[in-house]
T-cell receptor, first 115, second 114 residues
C-alpha cells in the first residue's frame, strides 16, 4: 500500500524565519513520483514540484528547496526567509508505478507566517 | 490560457436533492480527476478518466455518486440523492500526456447539503 505522512499538522513562524515541512512516504514501487502542492486561503491547489524516484538531487527554486532522501523515504520542503504570502496548507503527494495517475495525498501541513 | 473551470463555485441544497457539479479541463489535457476535500478525510480521489474513459472509480463513496465524461472538454459529477455528509469542497483536476504528470486543479465547488 502507498501512504504519505505529514506529521506536522500546523507550523507557525515569524516572517524571515526558515521553515521545513516534513513528508515521509511508503511505497513498494521501484518507480514513483513525489509532488508538493500549495493550497492558499483562496482554496485552489497550486502545483509546486514533481520529482521521480531516480532523481535524488536536491532542487532549489527561489526561496523554495526540496530534499529527497530515499534512504529515509522523505521528501522535505524548506522555505527560506518565509513571507506572509507563504501562509497556506502544503500537501505532499505520491504516485506509483502502477495506477500511475492516482495521487495519494498526505493530510497537509498548515503554515502560518506572522509579520 | 484558461485553467480548469468548475461550476458552480458554491452550491447549497437540501437533503434529497440532486446535485450536478461541472468541470472543463485544460484544453489538450487527456486525464481528468475528481477529488473531494473534507476536514475529516482530507483530499480523496473519487474517480479519474483517461481519454474520456473512467479508469479508477474505487474512490466513489457509494451508488449515489456518478461521474461522466461525454467528451474531452466536459465532465460532470452527480450526487443523487444528496445527504448532509456529502458537504465538502469538490475539486476537478486535469493533466496531460504521460502518466505521473502534475495535475492542475480547478478552484473547487463548495457544496453544502442542509
Amino acid at each position: 500500500a502507498q501512504k504519505v505522512t505529514q506529521a506536522q499538522t500546523e507550523i507557525s513562524v515569524v516572517e524571515k524565519e526558515d521553515v521545513t515541512l516534513d513528508c515521509v512516504y511508503e511505497t513498494r514501487d521501484t518507480t514513483y513520483y513525489l509532488f508538493w502542492y500549495k493550497q492558499p486561503p483562496s482554496g485552489e491547489l497550486v502545483f509546486l514540484i514533481r520529482r521521480n524516484s531516480f532523481d535524488e538531487q536536491n532542487e532549489i527554486s527561489g526561496r523554495y528547496s526540496w530534499n529527497f532522501q530515499k534512504s529515509t523515504s522523505s521528501f522535505n520542503f524548506t522555505i527560506t526567509a518565509s513571507q506572509v504570502v507563504d501562509s497556506a496548507v502544503y500537501f505532499c503527494a505520491l504516485s506509483g508505478e502502477y495506477n500511475t495517475d492516482k495521487l495519494i495525498f498526505g493530510t497537509g501541513t498548515r503554515l502560518q507566517v506572522f509579520p | 490560457d484558461a485553467g480548469v473551470i468548475q461550476s458552480p463555485r458554491h452550491e447549497v441544497t437540501e437533503m434529497g436533492q440532486e446535485v450536478t457539479l461541472r468541470c472543463k479541463p485544460i484544453s489538450g489535457h487527456n486525464s481528468l480527476f475528481w477529488y473531494r476535500q473534507t476536514m475529516m478525510r482530507g483530499l480523496e480521489l473519487l474517480i479519474y478518466f483517461n481519454n474520456n474513459v473512467p479508469i479508477d472509480d474505487s474512490g466513489m463513496p457509494e451508488d449515489r455518486f456518478s461521474a461522466k465524461m461525454p467528451n474531452a472538454s466536459f465532465s460532470t459529477l452527480k450526487i443523487q440523492p444528496s445527504e448532509p455528509r456529502d458537504s465538502a469542497v469538490y475539486f476537478c483536476a486535469s493533466s496531460f500526456g504521460a502518466s505521473n504528470n502534475e495535475q492542475f486543479f480547478g478552484p473547487g465547488t463548495r457544496l453544502t447539503v442542509l
